[in-house]
Nanobody, 120 residues
């Protein structure tokens, strides 16, 4: 069984910063791509940023230059540094990872999410 657990969400004023963390645990053989998605109230879940196991990154246009994704393969963790936060960044942020388990099965896993609230 695999778990992804996010942490680091909270309330912050516009212009502030937060750092989200996500820890993967369980019967993991390897982790391929990892990423962050978000879902604002009344909206669909959207991609925020992804990072491959060789540190290639992609970002949504709305967060480029403000957010930075990184990972620690030894710790099985992925991070999202969020700077210059805006009220429109308010959402539940979900961690995602493509994981191959020790029984050699590979699929996407999701965390339960962490709420980020940015006030104006």
């Amino acid at each position: 069984q695999v778990q992804l657990v996010e942490s680091g969400g909270g309330k912050v004023q516009g212009g502030g910063s937060l750092r989200l963390s996500c820890a993967a645990s369980g019967s993991i053989f390897s982790i391929n791509a990892m990423g962050w998605y978000r879902q604002a109230p009344g909206k669909q879940r959207e991609l925020v940023a992804t990072i491959t196991n060789d540190d290639s990154t992609t970002y949504a246009d709305s967060v480029k230059g403000r957010f930075t994704i990184s990972r620690d393969n030894a710790k099985k963790m992925v991070y999202l540094q969020m700077n210059s936060l805006k009220p429109e960044d308010t959402a539940v942020y979900y961690c995602n990872a493509e994981i191959r388990t020790r029984d050699w099965r590979s699929r996407d896993y999701w965390g339960k999410g962490t709420l980020v609230t940015v006030s104006s």
